[in-house]
């Protein structure tokens, strides 16, 4: 089989675990299990079963590169593929996609995202070697896909063909946006849709194919950017290309577009931890079905989510809110109001308090 | 009319404003108000409208010293009176009438809390000197009552008998213990009972005649305290004597038993401040019922107390909660469950966590 290489999507800056997530440090880089081993640390020791370290890659912006290096000492600092600024996924996964051209020839390529969990990290190895597999074969494009639980509006879905196989993967019909709940709800009943995992798996080659001829002004930046690769001009190349790449998502510009694109359905504990809410689903509640971290006091308090550090929370007669204490400020929410904190965040932007962003 | 002195009592270790309150810093010298000014420091400026400078004294006991200096500077050092440890109010109440008759051989001393809240200034001068004429005419025990708004159960109610009159005031029935809600229900139906304010006026030599006859014992204790002050022996004398005077309130020790008892009905809207639920009343709430102090944002909350500081505090989706952010600790409390404050502190004592009381 052809070398196996991880692309680790480290850029984003999440707001929803506000105040322990902040613009200097998000999500990937904040630890919310139990063990104390951030997102990105996690998202690594997983993937490391299949791919060696010298072939994992991290793609972040500038403001994070130290951030990656001290997370993940075992890294080659080489791999740390900083964008110079933030530009959606397509720029950055076509950039990666031409460093590894250039240093592999051609590869097989699994794009992460860095803030899930996984439960089952044999399924999940397994399902990313079959999905390897159905990547290498042909030029498909492979994507692995999560069968809903229940009718969530936060996630993209995939269509597929239930009649139509490679492998254990079904052969994709077509990518759809964040539905409303009644659409949802449908999506659910016709049993062909899975949540989009934002996981892909592809040869360096084929998604390269692919750029060329579906974001081709595209294509052409990247191949310059590919041609500086090594060479001195490589910084002020990225530095004047980069920036004129269109914004576009891979989801919008390539897979909504592109042929051959298969679906594995991956049964390994999936979970994006994509709020507050999550970290009752990934640590242990006490018997009060508290979720605590930190120097806490309960006192007649049941089903909350506390999240301190050393200073002392007393909390009395407290039902279903999240508590996260960090230096600087104090989340205090209801559960039910988890959407709500990226109020706090507007609120604290209208008046330039950065400080706290 | 004989001069007039006050003794503000300040030597009480309230618990019910933990964290802002502290073994080292009790609710005397925490300010509760819009206003910045601490709880003494209004007392004292209460009483100035009737009592000079020179003849306020403040008992409290050696741990506060420092704190009343501090936040009375205009009051004479000599004027703080330190017991050695606390023995309730009796030993204490005795102890300084001793002092005065050195002082003054006789005078009106009027018994102040430190931690109370009057909104008519004026109309509570004009009770305290009525109670005064009352006091120095024979030889009364004079009380200020409070018309109870509702049946309450934490405070000690005082019956008076409706048809005898001296001035303003009644004679009183008896002192009672704190009710069961039934109980209390039943003083409100009466009409011939009041809330006990624990303010008290007397003539130094009437509570000192009345100490010797129903509590000889401290009597003669107090009175070899009184023989040591202004001499060498004073500390010595004192550190000796007091420890063994009985610990008896002066309510139970004197006011159950004396004779010659005026109650003085109080109607210039008096609070005392019991919780943090009390802050409601006396602080300005915001349209959206909350009543805030510090770095705070609210969204979709109402009817909340906050009390933050520096730190930022975002409360999201918040009812009726109580929120008291300090230094080393946070209390999150629901309005409902107030008296449960108490088992905090209680939980941090079984677990020898000192540095939070």
């Known amino acids: 089989m052809m070398k196996k290489t991880a692309l680790i999507m480290a850029g984003g800056r999440g707001e929803r675990f506000w105040p322990k997530s902040r613009k200097s440090l998000p999500k990937q880089f904040l630890s919310l299990t139990d063990d104390g081993r951030t997102m990105i640390q996690l998202t690594v020791e997983r993937i490391r079963l299949l791919v060696e ?8 912006n500038q403001a994070y590169k130290e951030l990656v290096a001290g997370q993940l000492p075992g890294l080659p600092p080489e791999n740390i593929l900083c964008e110079p600024m933030g530009r959606n996924t397509a720029p950055c996964i076509g950039m990666c996609a031409m460093y590894m051209a250039k ?6 390529m699994m794009v992460l995202p860095s803030d899930h969990l996984i439960k089952y990290h044999k399924m999940y190895i397994n399902a990313l070697n079959d999905a390897c597999g159905i990547a290498e074969k042909g030029n498909n494009l492979v994507t692995i896909g999560i069968t809903p639980d229940y009718p969530e509006t936060g996630y993209g879905y995939i269509k597929f063909r239930p009649e139509e196989t490679e492998g254990n993967a079904y052969a994709v019909d077509r990518f759809v946006e ?29 998604i390269l ?8 002004a595209m294509y052409d930046g990247l191949e310059q950017i590919r041609e500086a690769i ?11 290309v980069f ?23 991956g049964v390994f504990g999936w979970d994006d931890v994509g709020s507050w809410l999550a970290v009752e689903r990934i640590q242990k509640s006490n018997e009060s079905g ?3 971290t930190g120097n806490i006091i309960t006192i007649h308090s049941k089903n909350n989510i506390i999240q301190g550090g050393k200073k002392l929370i007393a909390a009395v007669g407290l039902h279903d809110l999240i508590i996260v204490d960090t230096e600087d400020a104090t989340l205090i929410c209801d559960k039910g109001n988890a959407a709500d904190i990226k109020m706090v965040l507007e609120n604290l932007k209208i ?3 950065e400080e706290y962003l």
Request: hydrophobic share 35%.
């Open 351 to 353: 008046c330039n308090r």
């Open 243 to 265: 920036p004129e790449l269109e914004s576009v998502s891979i989801d919008y510009g390539i897979m909504e577009k592109a042929q051959n694109i298969y679906i594995l359905p």
């Open 53 to 60: 370290m010298e072939d994992i890659y991290v793609s972040t």
């Open 178 to 206: 964040k539905p409303d709940l009644e659409t949802a709800k449908e999506y659910l009943e016709t049993e062909e849709y899975l949540w989009n995992s934002g996981m892909f798996i592809w040869k360096v080659s084929t």
């Open 290 to 292: 508290n979720v605590v």
């Open 230 to 240: 090594g060479t001195q001009k490589q910084e002020m190349i990225l530095e004047k």
């Open 209 to 216: 194919d692919n750029f060329q001829k579906l974001l081709p």
């Open 103 to 108: 240093k592999y020839g051609d590869a097989l």
